[in-house]
């Protein structure tokens, strides 16, 4: 069963999650409530929770910055407005903490890893268009702890790879997922100020989502041509895979991928 977390003073809330029945028929706990900063504290420390709603309350929301420093693992899902929306997010993070949790693997459980893996799985959606609205951008974007805001411009590349290309038929049939993983070796997920997000749409091509880690600074768009330009040049020459550059361009924000990017 897992064991979740609302922190909230508003009565409105907590009387809508004592509504709620059900929990353990879709595999949780009674949720635990908590109304201040410190009783969330003291709760994570008696209690292992897997996941946690926080209240956008100036009075509780403080306790984001603790989640930060030391949950930064932690799932985070919203509080919704309604029984039934709210009911919609819960099965969405039961789905997530079911693929976090999963015995798939002889490796050592490691929670960053697993999360981590579960973000590019989400990043890969958002950079092929499939996610159809701004507020389950946002939703989503929390719930997998992503560093990226909203509305920060950040750079899109977009690469292309020759169809049929012996390389991806015979050394690729697991599919686009082992691709990826090798690309992102390359380009990595950290350069020079910037986090890199690398998707294999098809098999024609692929996009590298370029975000600020210094907002104020940005990034510049021949610096980050530049860089893509050199990690292809890389890849052909140890993977002997050709990608061509096909535009890297300035892009307003991750909110822009549900309303204006590939939406023709």
């Not at 799985?121 to 560093?147: A, H, T």
Request: proline share 4%; charged share 25%.
């Amino acid at each position: 069963m897992y064991r979740l977390l609302i922190v909230t003073e508003n009565q409105n809330v907590i009387d809508m999650f004592a509504s709620m029945d059900g929990w353990e028929a879709i595999g949780f706990k009674t949720p635990r409530l908590r109304n201040s900063v410190d009783q969330a504290v003291e709760c994570m420390h008696k209690h292992a929770i897997d996941a946690i709603a926080v209240d956008q309350s100036p009075t509780v929301e403080g306790i984001n910055a603790y989640l930060d420093q030391y949950y930064p693992d932690m799932p985070i899902f919203p509080i919704e407005e309604t029984v039934e929306k709210q009911w919609e997010t819960v099965r969405d993070m039961s789905c997530l903490l079911s693929r976090l949790n999963a015995d798939d693997s002889n490796d050592i459980y490691d929670p960053a890893y697993r999360l981590a893996k579960q973000r590019d799985r989400w990043m890969k959606k958002l950079l092929s268009g499939m996610v159809p609205s701004v507020d389950e951008i946002g939703k989503q974007m929390r719930m997998y702890r992503c560093e990226e805001q909203m509305d920060v411009p950040c750079m899109l590349a977009r690469l292309s790879l020759q169809a049929g290309d012996s390389f991806l038929a015979e050394r690729w049939h697991y599919g686009s997922e082992r691709l990826e993983i090798a690309l992102r070796n390359f380009f990595g997920t950290r350069h020079d100020h910037m986090l890199l997000h690398v998707a294999v749409i098809s098999q024609e091509e692929v996009r590298v989502l370029c975000y600020p880690t210094e907002v104020s600074d940005g990034l510049s768009e021949n610096a980050t041509y530049d860089y893509i330009q050199e990690t292809v040049d890389q890849i052909d020459h140890y993977l002997g895979l050709p990608m061509k550059v096909l535009d890297v361009r300035r892009v307003s924000g991750i909110r822009t991928f549900a309303t204006e990017l590939y939406q023709d």
